[in-house]
């Protein structure tokens, strides 16, 4: 049989341990759903954050090569058409 999940071992001071277990019983879920809530949503800001560095690369070499109003962007698009 395929396993559905997998153990994850993680340490860490016991200060944090008890804020975890009193955010689990806050938010009424287990340590396990709690943790996966908590990944989703890093993972989900790392993306983000990301694709908004990405953005600004792409307005960067947009400037550079004079390209600054979506007027611009179609006359590039439509050129030579």
Request: glycine share 6%; charged share 35%.
């Amino acid at each position: 049989m395929k396993r559905t999940r997998g153990p994850v071992t993680v340490s860490v001071p016991p200060d944090l341990t008890t804020r975890f277990e009193e955010l689990a019983r806050a938010e009424a879920k287990n340590k396990s759903q709690l943790f996966r809530d908590m990944f989703t949503t890093y993972e989900r800001r790392r993306q983000e954050k990301e694709f908004v560095g990405l953005q600004r690369y792409g307005v960067k070499q947009a400037r550079m090569k004079g390209i600054l109003t979506e007027a611009d962007v179609e006359a590039l698009v439509f050129q030579g058409r």
